[in-house]
């Protein structure tokens, strides 16, 4: 009996456990071929209908006729293509099968698929049929309708709906699955693969006793992979004969240009191919999720097998093939590899053959050297699936470092050692590959295996051994995914590395945070600022004998950050300004686009159009968090750099002491002095470095607006935008504050007048000033100079109310630099040392408020200058301030008779209580105000006439008229009084 035979025989009988549906009749299988039109549902052979049509409009489906035709077709080896047809039309139509069908489907159909897969015989895809064109030597390869007929019975299984209608059939379908893994060929294994996973994933609690089948299976494929290996890349003459199906003879090689066909010629068994090997870590990871009492068997035995696996390498003559192809003489190399590929075909020796024996050798040396390149079209495709199940082998493995780490430990090195070798081999298109290898490579090295790294360093930072060498590898995901992973390591190798390793990491990512093409993500760039600043620390400590090498490294960096800064300044926010504007239009137009339908597609084209190259702007926040660490780098470079050589004297001081050895004869001359490049290397901040800090200094301040623009309406994140923009200024001028007294000048003081440009567009950038002034201990007094030399060039700006200065823009300056001068006066309290820097100031800044104070309009009183003086003659007085007595002494005469007469000759009370409070608080000592004491009793009258606690407790009235009442007879007293106030009660006194 011929398998056909068997299989019509075996077909008639349902699966195991399932009930025959009525007129499922064994003479139905004696239907004529030529009646299969009729046979065969109308449905299947139209357009399937719109799933919005409803279900009554599709006729029922004849399943039981179907079941006949496909029986009748399969029954003999003539008619089998029939039947392939059959089932390849209720595989494009799949849909057809909907719910209610789908149980009747099952029921008919499912035994005649099982008995196809059991009995039809694995045939190789492809077989060779003779052309009738007129080289008669050519043949054409045509499909198998053996492999045909297999697989469109696989692809409907894998389309099967994964419900409870299927749950009775789940355990046949994968045994099929499993028996199609271990026999067929690698495209029908793939589809067994598939099904075996997706049966798993479904019915878990059924499924337990499949488990360990599968697990055997990967396990033989592994234990099998290096001989497979050298099987797959084999020198091919001929092509698989496909002796199981009984195809007869081999047949002389066949020419094709489409891959597919011509990888069909030389079949691969599912038990070797690289193809079926990849889908298996997935579904092997499953099973250990859903059983976990295989893991402690499978694991240690899967566990060397893929350890051994990652280190296989494709033969040279496959491996060069995932190189770029040479450019230049390409029949040259072809022929240099012929020997690699096909056998010589001739011995020298041979006899000189007769003219039809030359004819054959012609044809056959035509066909194999168009063999040639189709055979590498062929190993570079098997190479890159051997590479593609690696990299799946790998990424199952790094699931595995943390919960069983323990047993993966002794392959540490080896693992490093082999995922730089997949580096090494991806091809420079094959991005997803690269990709995948990147997600595991980051996996590693967030566990204790990424020691096993560490020596391999130098390599990594080589770039185009992580992102290729192609220009697809300038994918952004790609290179950002790349960048990030090497900065993990990073991270954890810094304090091992030298200085010249150092060197090349803050080159990369210096490029890395300046990428010219815009495709980077923010994060990324951000990521690459915390990476240099983790480098500063080493580099700041380092012990090498040359001292400028580190000091190199941190200008560089100081360097990378402020341009980035400036970058920001010049394309960075606008850019991400005009991107948030485009958004905010597409979702408008998106959300009223009904209304204009041709605007709305063409805005939306538009944003979409323009939105490409800008993958890399980001968001405001994108560029808030960027900033952020970028003015804290700055503040630590700037420290570092300027006391960069106290720290080298420590260190080499110590190294001395301990190695008890002279210095490097490199880095002295023969009278062991430094040579001047190392001289300058330890000294303070130096030109270049003060230019670049000025230049932080300007654009930062461009910078901060950032932090106010995004449009924030609601009030918490209000709030905490707020916040953040606050502590940004805090941080900027924080960075500054480091700096030594001579280099603040030169860098902070010619940009003084642009700080209060900045602080009037922008009041909340006075909080710059509050800093230096109230918390900048080191830089304090230099910035109380530098401020006092830009106010007092324009002391007439802090005018209000007068004609000419009556304008916004005007009054904005008036306050703002009245906000100054405060802060300075308030700051003589904490910080004593900023009074002999506004000393000089004194004299003419109350020559300027008495000459400027009565040209304020009366709503404005008691205006600007007043309120400068009061602030000024409380902060000096009581004592702690005899140099600045001292300036005030020879204006006495002139203030207090000023301030008298501006008492007599107005009657607004707010500026009489005012000048009051002025004459009682001038800073002088008792003994300089005696000879203008009866000026002073003229003022004392009257604030005691007001009642006023404030001004009654003011130190004049209590230190005057006390011990005036004890030293000064007391006619001598009454008589000022009186000449002064004739009217008051001097009862009061006595």
Known sequence: MSSMEKMSSVV?????????????????????????????????????????????????INWEALRNRIITNIASESTLPAACDAIAELRDNFELVHSTEYPTMLSILLPVFASILKTIPCAPPSMD????????????????????????????????PQNEILRPYAGTLLDLAMDVLHKDYEDNGLLAAKIVFELHKSFRPMMEKHVRPFLDFVHISYKALPGNVQKNFANLSTPATGGEAGTGNAVPPVVETDLNHHQAKFPVKSTASFRVLTECPLTVMLLFQLYPKFIKTFLMQLLPLMMDALAQRPPPHAAALLAPEPTS??????????????????SIDA?????????????????????????????????????????????FITLLLRPYGEHIKP??????????????????????????????????????????????????????????????????????AAYSALADLLLHVRSRLSMAQVSRVVHLYSRVLHDASMNLPLVVQTASVRLLLNMVDPVYHNKEEKASLGRDILFRVLETLVWKLGELVDH???????AEERSKELTRVTKFGHEDQVLGEKAISEFMYDSQPTDGIGTMQNIRELVKPLLAGVKTLIWCINNYGTQREKSMAEKEKNAKSKPSSSNTTASGQRLWYEELAIQGINGSERSLIEKYFVWTLEVLKVFKIGGVTESDLLVESMKEYKDALESFASSLSVLDSFNFHRIVGPQMKLLVDKIVADNDVLLVAQTFLLNGMNVTVDFTSCLLKVLMTDA???????????????????????????????SLSSYPKNEKVLRPYIQPLIDVCLRRAMGSDVKYWPGNHFTILRQLFRAIAGGKFEESYKEILPLLPTLLNGLYRVYCNTNQDVLKKVIIELCLTIPARLSSLLPHLSLLLRVIVPALQTGDGDLINLGYVI????????????TFLCFFLYEGCAHWNFGLII
């Open 12 to 60: 008639s009988r349902p699966i195991a456990g399932q009930k025959r549906k009525h007129g499922d009749d064994s003479t139905s299988g004696s239907t004529s071929n030529n009646n299969d039109s009729d046979i065969m549902p109308a449905p299947m052979k139209r357009t399937p209908s719109r799933s919005s049509s409803s279900s009554l409009d599709r006729p029922d």
């Open 796 to 826: 007439a700006a802090l005018d209000i109310g007068i004609a000419e200065s009556d304008d916004e823009q005007k009054l904005q300056i008036a306050s703002v630099k009245m906000k100054l001068f405060s802060l300075i006066i308030s």
């Open 129 to 160: 049929v003779p052309s009738h064109h007129a080289a008669a030597a050519a043949t054409t390869a045509a499909e198998r309708p053996e492999h045909r007929i297999r697989h469109a019975v696989l692809e409907i299984c894998t389309r099967l």
């Open 411 to 480: 392959y540490e090195d080896r693992l490093a050692s082999n995922v730089l070798n997949l580096f090494n081999m991806c091809p420079r298109e094959a991005l997803t590959i690269r990709k995948d290898l990147l997600l595991g490579l980051r996996h590693i090295f967030a566990t204790s295996f990424r020691k096993g790294f560490f020596r391999h360093v130098d390599a990594l930072l080589d770039e185009r051994l992580l992102i290729g060498k192609h220009r697809q590898s300038e994918h952004a995901h790609l290179r950002a």
């Open 959 to 970: 230190m005057i008229l006390g011990p005036c009442t004890n030293c000064i007879p007391l």
């Open 329 to 346: 003489s390409p029949k040259k190399s072809e022929s240099s590899q012929s020997s690699a590929l096909t056998p010589g075909d001739a």
């Open 572 to 578: 960075g926010i606008v850019n991400v300004e005009l």
């Open 351 to 395: 006899p000189a053959p007769s003219p039809m024996e030359q004819d054959d050798v012609k044809v056959k040396e035509h066909d194999n050297d168009n063999e040639k390149p189709q055979l590498k079209i062929l190993f570079r495709k098997r190479a890159r699936d051997l590479l593609s199940a690696q990299v799946k082998t790998l990424s």
